[in-house]
Nanobody, 119 residues
């Protein structure tokens, strides 16, 4: 089991920056993939970015060049640096961890942190 807790959300003006953190309750070295997802009001949850255990990253087109995902295995924490924020980035941001145990794939989710970008 892994508990995930997001932090760092808040209200920011368009063009500003925020850094989200996702703290895990145990060592994440063996967590294969971690990622950030978001859900805006009235919309489905969507992928923002992922980072593998080896450090490979993937981004949604809408955030490429503005957001940076990273993970610090020593601190059991994942980050999302969000720059040049736009009003359309307003959403609840969720942290996800994917663990492979043999043939089983186990997903863990945090409870989310709200990011509001004012125009």
């Amino acid at each position: 089991q892994v508990q995930l807790e997001e932090s760092g959300g808040g209200l920011v003006q368009a063009g500003g920056s925020l850094r989200l953190s996702c703290a895990a309750s145990r060592n994440i070295f063996n967590i294969n993939v971690m990622g950030w997802y978001r859900q805006a009001p009235g919309k489905q949850r969507e992928l923002v970015a992922t980072v593998t255990r080896g450090g490979s990253t993937n981004y949604a087109d809408s955030v490429k060049g503005r957001f940076i995902i990273s993970r610090d295995n020593a601190k059991n924490t994942m980050y999302l640096q969000m720059n040049s924020l736009k009003s359309e980035d307003t959403a609840v941001y969720y942290c996800k961890a994917v663990e492979l145990r043999g043939v089983s794939v186990i997903d863990y989710w945090g409870k989310g942190t709200l990011v509001t970008v004012s125009s």
